[in-house]
């Protein structure tokens, strides 16, 4: 392919290939700090259908190593996002050595609060808020638990916000690197917020699940105690490869729901949930 | 190297990877993705001196494999549950993991396809609907096809296990030019520990030529040709030919067990056929992303499976109803 970006987010390299240069370019400047795998585990192909469609209305076609038939493309200004797109569609379709927790977490003391809900519960919105009061970022999309050890992998991407969240981030860490606006996605708006300068240090180091955390947000403050029946269940729903992983996918997920306290927190705004979270961590 | 031939080589002479540069072994593991080779190569060169880096892809990959074969002979014995007292002859991979054959070691494994008794195969579809499995596809154009022309049933997949089966009464489309002997087929099967049954070896080769040569376009044909591979270095290939020529498949066995020769046996001096170059330049047809690559070789076997496939009236009633309804090759 004609341009090319390599890059490694926790345990797990990644190879971009492209047909336009501005989508390399995009992950080259915001993931300029991460390390380059020799070898990568996924290839994310970013391609036009036809050969015109590279520079006529062009639009940005989302393959890989791992595909689903029927991925809608992006226009070209949207091309970050179909890069981002691309490698999280390889880890939930490909990824067979973790499992996958759709799930953002942050760190403190080496214990991790995992954080898993629908979309607009905030999971990456209150890890970057996490993040900004000092916790190290493990990731805002995917937790690898590791089925040996029962540790929680950090997968560091770039932190997708959407809509309200990124004004509150704009404002929360005014020097930290932000990726252009992109505006009229299926999402809405999205901006993306690069890890900072700690995460991407340390995160090839995991840590322990300390909290599993169910935030909703837009409700009165409430707090309940979820119990391991309940957080099984949802987090099996919340998992894109617990079915492939079989025997290990189970084992990991009883050990991590028997073992780690669940609690379901509702939230009206972020420093709320701050306050209610470093509580209960 | 082209890409493909470095995964050819790289199933024939595992201790070759050893000498792989990083974005050689990029180009392999792309290509063996997406050939669905990758589960075979893991298991081929596993243990050997490689990167770190590769050998975490090379340990996802036999793990993977190893949960694939689980799951295809659990999906075997819902089967076997399902079908009652009609004999069930396993195809593929699912017969090569239940009788422990080397061609199913890391083999990926897809749907789940079986032969039946072309006389019970109203009462099997029945059986299978009973049990779950729904049609997956709803074009009535498309379901009337299967029926009329086809050698087995429209596809029907699992609605709560979401695995599709293929039930087949002969191996290649009834509109083909040859028509392979199905009751012989059935007749000599073996029966396996499972209940079930599968090919006896020389037909299991024999199945594997025509689905290659006489009705597919080559798509996945790195993987057949490994089939043909392991099935003849197992079983050998005495009377093999008499079989070939009993169901009417000479020339496309010669051409697998030729191919496979060139692709994955050490060079013996075999004589190449005619034609042989253009298959190998389409099973090779993969740059080092994995894309495929010669779109107008391909294209040429597209359309000369569909030639071999239907009858040249029929192909063009094919044809135009598909153009109609806004297919495109």
């Given at each position: 392919m004609r341009h090319v970006a390599s890059l490694r987010i926790g345990p797990v390299g990644f190879r971009v290939g492209c047909d336009w240069r501005a989508p390399v370019a995009a992950l080259d400047d915001l993931y300029r700090d991460y390390?380059?795998?020799e070898i990568p585990d996924f290839n994310v192909h970013l391609f036009a259908a036809r050969p015109w469609r590279r520079l006529l209305r062009p639009s940005v076609h989302i393959g890989g190593d791992f595909v689903i038939p029927d991925a809608a493309p992006l226009p070209l200004a949207q091309g970050l996002l179909a890069a981002e797109m691309g490698m999280n569609l390889q880890m939930a379709l490909?990824?067979?050595?973790?499992?996958?927790?759709h799930a953002s977490a942050a760190e403190r003391n080496g214990r991790a609060v995992l954080m898993t809900g629908i979309s607009g519960a905030g999971k990456s919105t209150l890890a970057a808020l996490l993040m900004a009061r000092g916790w190290r970022l493990m990731g805002d999309e995917f937790v690898l638990l590791d089925p040996v050890t029962?540790?929680?992998?950090?997968?560091?991407?770039l932190i997708s916000l959407k809509n309200e969240a990124i004004p509150v981030m704009e404002a929360a860490l005014p020097n930290a690197r932000f990726g252009p606006s992109l505006v009229g996605t299926p999402k809405g708006t999205i901006r993306h917020l690069v890890p900072d300068a700690r995460a991407i240090a340390a995160m090839a180091e995991p840590a322990e699940p300390a909290l599993i955390l169910f935030p909703r947000f837009g409700f009165e403050p409430a707090e309940r105690p979820v119990p391991p029946s309940e957080a099984f269940?949802?987090?099996t729903q919340a998992s894109t490869n617990y079915v492939n992983l079989a025997e290990r996918g189970f084992d990991a997920l009883t050990r991590l729901v028997r073992t780690v306290p669940g609690r379901a927190i509702d939230y009206p705004d972020g420093k709320t949930a701050l306050a209610m979270i470093e509580a209960l961590a | 190297m082209n890409p493909a031939l470095l995964l050819a080589r790289a199933l024939r002479d595992p201790a070759s990877v050893e000498r792989l540069a990083p974005a050689e072994w990029t180009a392999l593991f792309a290509v063996a993705r997406a050939e669905q080779l990758i589960g075979t190569l893991a298991t081929r060169i596993h243990g050997l001196t490689m990167p770190a880096d590769a050998a975490r892809i090379v340990a996802d990959a036999i793990a993977s494999a190893e949960q694939?074969?689980?799951?295809?002979?659990?999906?075997?014995?819902?089967?076997?549950?399902?079908?009652?007292?009609?004999?069930?002859?396993?195809?593929?991979?699912?017969?090569?993991?239940?009788?422990?054959?080397?061609?199913?070691?890391?083999?990926?494994?897809?749907?789940?396809?079986?032969?039946?008794?072309?006389?019970?195969?109203?009462e099997a579809e029945a059986a299978l609907l009973a049990a779950g499995w729904e049609w997956v596809k709803p074009d009535p154009y498309d379901d009337a096809y299967y029926r009329q022309w086809m050698h087995e049933l429209p596809p029907l997949i699992h609605r709560e296990r979401d695995r599709m089966i293929d039930v087949h009464h002969t191996i290649l489309p009834l509109t083909a030019r040859i028509t392979p002997d199905a009751r012989g087929l059935l007749e000599a099967s073996v029966p396996l520990a499972n209940g079930l049954c599968m090919l006896n070896p020389n037909d299991?080769?024999?199945?594997?030529?025509?689905?290659?040569f006489a009705d597919g376009d080559l798509a996945g044909g790195m993987r057949n040709l490994w089939d043909v591979h392991c099935l003849a270095e197992e079983f050998g290939v005495e009377g093999l030919e008499e079989r070939a020529a009993h169901h009417g498949l000479t020339g496309a066995m010669r051409r697998a067990i030729r191919l496979a020769r060139t692709l994955y046996a050490p060079p013996d001096g075999t004589e190449s056929?005619?034609?042989?170059?253009?298959?190998?330049?389409?099973?090779?047809?993969?740059?080092?992303?994995?894309?495929?690559?010669?779109?107008?070789?391909?294209?040429?076997?597209?359309?000369?499976?569909?030639?071999?496939?239907?009858?040249?009236?029929?192909?063009?009633?094919?044809?135009?109803?598909?153009?109609?309804?806004?297919h495109a090759p």
């Open positions: 390390p380059k795998p490909g990824q067979r050595g973790y499992l996958l927790l029962g540790l929680a992998h950090a997968f560091p991407r269940v949802r987090l | 694939g074969r689980t799951a295809a002979l659990w999906e075997a014995e819902m089967a076997r549950r399902a079908l009652g007292d009609i004999p069930v002859v396993l195809l593929k991979g699912t017969a090569f993991v239940a009788a422990g054959l080397s061609a199913g070691i890391g083999r990926s494994i897809g749907d789940l396809d079986i032969l039946v008794p072309r006389g019970r195969i109203d299991m080769l024999c199945h594997a030529a025509a689905h290659l056929g005619r034609g042989d170059r253009l298959y190998l330049r389409r099973l090779t047809a993969r740059d080092a992303w994995g894309r495929p690559t010669r779109r107008l070789t391909r294209l040429a076997f597209y359309l000369r499976s569909h030639w071999l496939r239907m009858p040249p009236a029929l192909l063009a009633r094919h044809l135009w109803t598909k153009w109609r309804k806004g």
